[in-house]
């Protein structure tokens, strides 16, 4: 059943949804604005390549176009004279990542997409558009007052963010966690439609590379997608992504995910987070992935989507910078006075309801309350940023963690002492938070839940180089939670559980007590980390990655299909066409020797019907194409013997290859002949315990008994478990196996265990050859099947190594669903097959006659 979603994006494609009219018109390619400058002529002396020339696409250089919520500047506005001055924000992790690309930092050849943290009034909008064009390259989206505030405080912050990060709107009173709105849905929908909008201004498609980032653009890439169907596009998650039992509780989550799968590549910090995502696309979609050559890809309408796992990094020449500032290290001098004699333990985090504030203080409260020898000693220095959403929730956990702080100075402090030193007058200079990790001696860094965090990176970085512009050793601790993204790559960390307050407690002084040696040992194998693996690494990494995952877009069709948020994009060989029947016609009525070989389940019959019963249809074509003396009609099936000799007992000409060829007959009153192998079937015994085995650890599992053949099912498994139980199997069966005249193969949802000699292009050989023998040289041949053991049929007809086919014959090879294939045709689906057979089928029962026939090839939709 279609989500109304989908009806509703519909609407967004020709105006913005729940908004009002917003009128965004192509940058002016010259334009002189007065009065609106950067903030210091440095900032344009460091780009001289940003001056001048319009952002209008150009075929001759591959830019990257960079989309965030938030153009990486910063804007502030002339009380006096009204005018804005804009500089960059180099603490912004859009600006950081830029010295990874191509050109670097200074380059004229990346352009950035965002929203601007300011409020600009719609009469200044052209002028500013024009000057960030002109002076930073970068392209402003301006939303609505009222769509912003939906889009960022409501769905984004209050709906999806809160999810990701694990917390499910279970009810009002959840901290402010909202349950799924529609109107804030559209507004979600409409300011993605914006974004791309903006985007396809400055975008050369066949050229340029678009880079989109986090949770607030995860509809972007079905609009820019669909607006081009051959845009080159990358999207890095930075948050979270929940297990698919968390992750399916979203109204939407079909469309999000088919919206993450609109793009090439897909980045996520960690294996955790890339394996819910693949988790859910199993799930909810059906999609399996494999692992090549050490890249993850997910084949999506034959489209290979690679899946990325890489955590960002810091900017190390910035840090390093700011340590050896004389700002900096006038800061330091004066935090070693004021803490002297004193162990410093530090926390940095955003004012937020997942990062853990309050159970670190009540760690801090429990390690002075279990080692009284530290009270009057140890201080936590916690440095507070400020909240990035607004609402209940935050002021909650604000007065809970002051309320906290004051009963434990209250408790363990005493004149000239607070075990508790909270820092959230505002936002804390660069330097001075860069003094505040020199001095400290462990970094205490204990989300409950965060993407990714980078404070335990730059205390590493300040560390190594304060100390170091001191001469003393390099040693540094940090007690970091298991649940956040930095925590797989710092093996030198203790790690804790926040939830556990004793345990955090007791981390915190093993940090402090820990010898020197060991945490000099663990600072250099964190730095050594660090420093490999800095923001540009990360940049490089995934910017060569997009363009491997886009290296073969010019050799591929590709149409798009589906509605809405439901939209994907086909991408096929440049060979591969849709059959028709006004294609197969001509070619069928000027032949006398006809081959048609069909597979069943998936081709004649729906892989989702219960009861696989051909219907009146399915006989009736059949026997049409039967009675044609022309014809040689076989069903090439998996199946037993038994089912198939049921179900064709009224097509008298029908001829059945069953068991994958393992039993053939011509016709129902010849009889059934077996392979010319060993019928030695003493394997059985061996393969039934094992598969048995796994049948009854594997809840909705089962194993098919064929004459030839066994096969274990586990389509009806939990996805996850029943992959994995079957790669297990495989791996069994194998060993076992090892000295028996099998084969084990694994295909969809099952594992099957066949005699040597067995496969469907074998039997297809064997076909061709008996009517070779009977002087009756098929000069047509239609193939058509669906799954992964047809292909041996598609390759033996189409390969003249591997059959005696003349070279004069017409040869159809057909998988039905547009996917990679050994085939040249396709057809969409079950109905589509029966429509080309009824044709052919009354083509036969028509008298000789000549037509003018239309022949065609469906290229497109």
């Known amino acids: 059943m279609h989500s109304r979603s989908r009806a509703e994006l519909v609407e967004l494609e020709t105006s913005v949804a729940a908004a009002p009219p917003l009128v965004i018109s192509r940058l002016p390619r010259?334009?002189?604005?007065?009065?609106?400058?950067?903030?210091?002529?440095?900032?344009?002396?460091?780009?001289?390549?940003?001056?001048?020339?319009?952002l209008s696409p150009s075929p001759m250089t591959e830019r990257r176009i960079i989309v965030t919520n938030h153009l990486p500047l910063r804007a502030a506005r002339d009380?006096?004279?009204?005018?804005?001055?804009?500089?960059?924000?180099?603490?912004?992790?859009?600006?950081?990542?830029?010295?990874?690309?191509?050109?670097?930092?200074?380059?004229?050849?990346?352009?950035?997409?965002?929203?601007?943290?300011?409020?600009?009034?719609?009469?200044?909008?052209?002028?500013?558009?024009?000057?960030?064009?002109?002076?930073?390259?970068?392209?402003?989206?301006?939303?609505?007052?009222?769509?912003?505030?939906?889009?960022?405080?409501?769905?984004?912050?209050?709906?999806?963010?809160?999810?990701?990060?694990?917390?499910?709107?279970?009810?009002?009173?959840?901290?402010?966690?909202?349950?799924?709105?529609?109107?804030?849905?559209?507004?979600?929908?409409?300011?993605?439609?914006?974004?791309?909008?903006?985007?396809?201004?400055?975008?050369?498609?066949?050229?340029?590379?678009?880079?989109?980032?986090?949770?607030?653009?995860?509809?972007?890439?079905?609009?820019?997608?669909?607006?081009?169907?051959?845009?080159?596009?990358?999207f890095f998650l930075h948050s979270p992504f929940p297990s698919s039992e968390i992750f399916g509780t979203i109204p939407v989550r079909e469309e999000l995910l088919r919206a993450l799968l609109n793009t090439d590549l897909v980045g996520f910090h960690t294996f955790d987070y890339a394996r819910h995502f693949l988790s859910c696309c199993s799930r909810l979609l059906g999609l399996d992935y494999e692992s090549k050559r050490g890249y993850i890809g997910l084949e999506y309408y034959g489209r290979t989507v690679t899946v990325k796992i890489l955590p960002v990094g810091v900017h190390m020449g910035q840090l390093e910078a700011v340590i050896a500032s004389p700002e900096t290290q006038s800061k330091v001098k004066e935090l070693i006075d004021r803490f002297r004699d004193k162990i410093v333990l530090l926390g940095v985090d955003d004012m937020d309801i997942f990062k853990g504030i309050n159970l670190k203080f009540l760690?801090?409260?429990?390690?002075?309350?279990?080692?009284?020898?530290?009270?009057?000693?140890?201080?936590?220095?916690?440095?507070?940023?400020?909240?990035?959403?607004?609402?209940?929730?935050?002021?909650?956990?604000?007065?809970?963690?002051?309320?906290?702080?004051?009963?434990?100075?209250?408790?363990?402090?005493?004149?000239?002492?607070?075990?508790?030193?909270?820092?959230?007058?505002?936002?804390?200079?660069?330097?001075?938070?860069?003094?505040?990790?020199?001095?400290?001696?462990?970094?205490?860094?204990?989300?409950?839940?965060?993407?990714?965090?980078?404070?335990?990176?730059?205390?590493?970085?300040?560390?190594?180089?304060?100390l170091a512009l001191a001469g003393l050793p390099k040693k540094s601790m940090i007690v970091v939670s298991e649940f956040i993204g930095c925590s797989p790559s710092l093996s030198g960390a203790i790690r804790v559980n926040p939830w556990n307050v004793d345990a955090?407690?007791?981390?915190?002084?093993?940090?402090?007590?820990?010898?020197?040696?060991?945490?000099?040992?663990?600072?250099?194998?964190?730095?050594?980390?660090v420093s490999s693996h800095d923001v540009a690494y990360w940049a490089r990494s995934f910017d060569q990655d997009l363009l491997r995952a886009c290296k073969d877009h010019f050799m591929r069709r590709c149409w798009g299909i589906g509605f809405g948020l439901s939209f994907r994009v086909v991408a096929l060989g440049p060979n591969f066409r849709k059959l028709s029947v006004e294609h197969i016609v001509p070619a069928y009525r000027k032949t006398n020797s006809r081959l048609i070989l069909l597979d069943y389940d998936g081709t004649m019959m729906p892989q989702s019907s219960i009861d696989k019963t051909p219907s009146k249809e399915v006989i009736d074509v059949l026997n049409g194409l039967c009675s044609d003396d022309k014809n040689v009609v076989f069903v090439v099936s998996g199946r037993g013997r038994d089912s198939l000799s049921r179900w064709f007992d009224s097509c008298g000409k029908l001829g059945i290859s069953a068991e994958h060829g393992y039993f053939t007959r011509w016709s129902r009153d010849t009889p059934w002949e077996s392979c010319d192998i060993a019928a030695e079937f003493n394997w059985k015994r061996i393969a039934e315990p094992v598969m048995r085995h796994y049948?009854?650890?594997?809840?909705?599992?089962?194993?098919?008994?064929?004459?030839?053949?066994?096969?274990?099912?586990?389509?009806?498994?939990?996805?996850?478990?029943?992959?994995?139980?079957?790669?297990?199997?495989?791996?069994?069966?194998?060993?076992?196996?090892?000295?028996?005249?099998?084969?084990?193969?694994?295909?969809?949802?099952?594992?099957?265990?066949?005699?040597?000699?067995?496969?469907?292009?074998?039997?297809?050989r064997n076909l061709i050859s008996t009517i070779l023998n009977r002087g009756k040289a098929p000069d047509f041949v239609l193939c058509i099947g669906d799954d992964r053991s047809d292909e041996d049929m598609f390759e033996t007809i189409t390969c003249p190594s591997k059959s005696d086919l003349p070279e004069a014959s017409e040869v159809f090879a057909c998988t039905v669903g547009k996917k990679p294939s050994k085939a040249k045709y396709y057809l969409d689906d079950t109905v589509d097959v029966m429509k080309l057979l009824e044709g052919l089928a009354a083509t036969s029962a028509q008298p000789l006659r000549r037509p003018h026939l239309r022949v065609s090839f469906e290229g497109s939709l």
């Open 504 to 529: 955090v407690a007791e981390a915190m002084n093993s940090a402090i007590t820990m010898p020197e040696a060991e945490k000099q040992m663990r600072h250099d194998k964190h730095y050594k980390y």
């Open 79 to 234: 009380p006096a004279s009204g005018c804005w001055s804009f500089s960059w924000d180099r603490d912004a992790l859009a600006f950081q990542l830029r010295s990874g690309l191509p050109g670097g930092c200074s380059s004229s050849d990346v352009i950035h997409v965002g929203t601007l943290r300011a409020e600009i009034d719609s009469a200044d909008h052209d002028e500013v558009a024009q000057v960030l064009s002109e002076k930073f390259r970068c392209v402003p989206v301006f939303l609505p007052p009222d769509l912003h505030e939906r889009f960022y405080h409501g769905f984004c912050k209050h709906y999806l963010w809160p999810l990701l990060h694990y917390l499910l709107p279970l009810s009002p009173a959840v901290h402010g966690g909202l349950c799924f709105d529609r109107r804030l849905w559209l507004a979600y929908l409409s300011a993605n439609k914006l974004f791309a909008d903006r985007v396809m201004e400055v975008v050369s498609p066949d050229d340029d590379f678009v880079w989109a980032h986090d949770y607030h653009l995860l509809a972007l890439p079905s609009f820019l997608r669909k607006r081009s169907p051959r845009i080159k596009l990358g």
């Open 363 to 466: 760690a801090m409260g429990q390690l002075l309350d279990d080692h009284p020898e530290l009270r009057g000693r140890a201080v936590l220095v916690q440095i507070v940023n400020p909240a990035r959403s607004q609402g209940r929730d935050i002021q909650e956990v604000r007065e809970e963690t002051h309320l906290i702080a004051r009963r434990i100075n209250q408790k363990y402090g005493s004149p000239g002492y607070d075990p508790i030193v909270m820092l959230d007058g505002g936002p804390l200079p660069t330097n001075e938070k860069v003094a505040y990790y020199a001095v400290t001696e462990c970094c205490v860094v204990n989300p409950v839940r965060d993407g990714m965090n980078l404070v335990p990176y730059e205390y590493t970085t300040c560390r190594q180089g304060s």
């Open 30 to 54: 010259v334009m002189t604005v007065p009065g609106i400058l950067a903030d210091s002529e440095a900032d344009l002396d460091e780009l001289p390549h940003f001056t001048g020339g319009p």
């Open 695 to 764: 049948t009854e650890a594997t809840d909705g599992s089962y194993i098919e008994h064929k004459e030839s053949a066994l096969v274990w099912h586990h389509q009806e498994a939990d996805p996850d478990f029943g992959a994995c139980q079957a790669k297990e199997l495989l791996d069994h069966l194998e060993n076992v196996l090892a000295n028996e005249p099998v084969v084990v193969k694994r295909g969809q949802h099952i594992v099957e265990v066949n005699p040597q000699g067995i496969s469907k292009g074998i039997v297809v």
